[in-house]
């Protein structure tokens, strides 16, 4: 079965930095496009980041680039999310999600096949 783990979220003051992981297992990653989600209390899901395993293209939304950066361990499974100067309104929580595909994956986030479930993120003022 295909299993993703989001950690490492947490509480953070504005200008800090929080680094997410996304632990996958059941699937190899080569082929696979992964990509950060995040939801926030009466808002839809929101595509954050993603990168393309077959090539290793990152994208980002405008919102985030030049603060996030997307990478990836395939040997060990893992995505990664450096997240530096974090504002109050990247508070949320943040999903890793997985599609076998390659290339952008951001603007239909109810495409997505596979889920991990989420992690906390909170920024303070």
């Known amino acids: 079965d295909v299993l993703l783990q989001a950690s490492g979220g947490g509480l953070v003051q504005a200008g800090g930095s929080l680094r997410l992981s996304c632990a996958a297992s059941?699937?190899?990653?080569?082929?696979?496009?992964i990509g950060w989600f995040r939801q926030s209390p009466g808002k839809e899901r929101e595509g954050v980041a993603c990168i393309s395993n077959s090539d290793g293209t990152a994208f980002y939304v405008e919102s985030v680039k030049g603060r996030f950066t997307i990478s990836s361990d395939k040997a060990k499974k893992m995505v990664y999310l450096q997240m530096n100067d974090l504002k109050p309104e990247d508070t949320a929580v943040y999903y890793c999600g997985a599609e076998d595909a390659a290339g952008y994956i951001l603007h239909e986030p109810d495409d997505i096949e596979y889920w991990g479930k989420g992690t906390q993120v909170t920024v303070s003022s």
């Open positions: 059941g699937f190899t990653l080569g082929s696979f496009t």
